[in-house]
């Protein structure tokens, strides 16, 4: 499956992001799905993931209450909405499809990835 992840951009702190990701070649409901982020020098940090069915969703404990995600398996597209953006939310966004039924926090867990999309939240 091939993802493209887009919507990032540079928005001020306080304001929302909703970030796209796009899959072809397979259905993605087949896959549970994730947003990985990745900060200059510092390691690549799960954010959220939700389940082959969209009945399950956890988050990251920096962006809980903030961050969510959701999924429209009919567009094949999964969604990541980011509201009360701090600075230190400025990363580049990935998302990644893993053959399970639940999302995992691990990134090794997951089978494919999209190329990243930036995100730059200015203070």
């Known amino acids: 499956v091939q993802l493209q992840a887009s919507g990032g951009g540079l928005v001020q702190a306080g304001g929302s992001v909703r970030l796209s990701c796009a899959a072809s070649?397979?259905?993605?409901?087949?896959?549970?799905m994730g947003w990985f982020r990745q900060a200059p020098g510092k390691e690549r940090e799960f954010v959220a993931g939700?389940?082959?069915?969209?009945?399950?969703?956890s988050y990251g404990d920096s962006v809980k209450g903030r961050f969510t995600i959701s999924r429209d398996n009919a567009k094949n597209t999964v969604y990541l909405q980011m509201n009360s953006l701090k600075p230190e939310d400025t990363a580049l966004y990935y998302c990644?499809?893993?053959?399970?039924?639940?999302?995992?926090?691990?990134?090794?867990?997951?089978?494919?990835w999209g190329q990243g999309t930036q995100v730059t939240v200015s203070s």
């Open positions: 990644a499809a893993a053959l399970a039924r639940f999302p995992s926090v691990r990134f090794y867990d997951y089978d494919y």
């Open positions: 070649g397979r259905t993605v409901s087949n896959y549970a």
């Open positions: 939700i389940s082959r069915s969209g009945g399950s969703t």
